[in-house]
């Protein structure tokens, strides 16, 4: 049974951070890329960062980049999400997700964690 447990989110007050976690099981987690993606109220989702199976590759929002880390511990099958000078405009679900190097593979998603940035 495939598994996305995010954890860490809260309240942070701005310029405060937080580190995200995703604890995956059930799929073969060191060939999957890993993705957190965000949907504040009223917005669509979008991608926040996202990186490479083997952790090599990764990738940014223009509106996160110097601010946000990703990174994977393939060994404990878990991705994180370092958020540094965090602003209001963070505010939003995150949801983890897991997308298959195959194509028309498997794509899988976490149930979120609310970040709240607020004073």
């Known amino acids: 049974q495939v598994q996305l447990v995010e954890s860490g989110g809260g309240l942070v007050q701005p310029g405060g951070s937080l580190r995200l976690s995703c604890a995956a099981s059930?799929?073969?987690?060191?060939?999957?890329?890993m993705s957190w993606y965000r949907r504040a109220p009223g917005k669509e989702r979008e991608l926040v960062a996202a990186i490479s199976g083997g952790g090599g590759s990764t990738n940014y929002a223009d509106s996160v980049k110097g601010r946000f880390t990703i990174s994977r511990d393939n060994a404990k099958n878990t991705v994180y999400l370092q958020m540094n000078t965090m602003k209001a405009e963070d505010t939003a679900m995150y949801y983890c997700?897991?997308?298959?190097?195959?194509?028309?593979?498997?794509?899988?998603w976490g149930q979120g964690t609310q970040v709240t940035v607020s004073s």
């Open positions: 059930g799929f073969t987690f060191g060939i999957y890329a």
């Open positions: 997700n897991a997308r298959s190097p195959l194509l028309g593979g498997s794509n899988y």
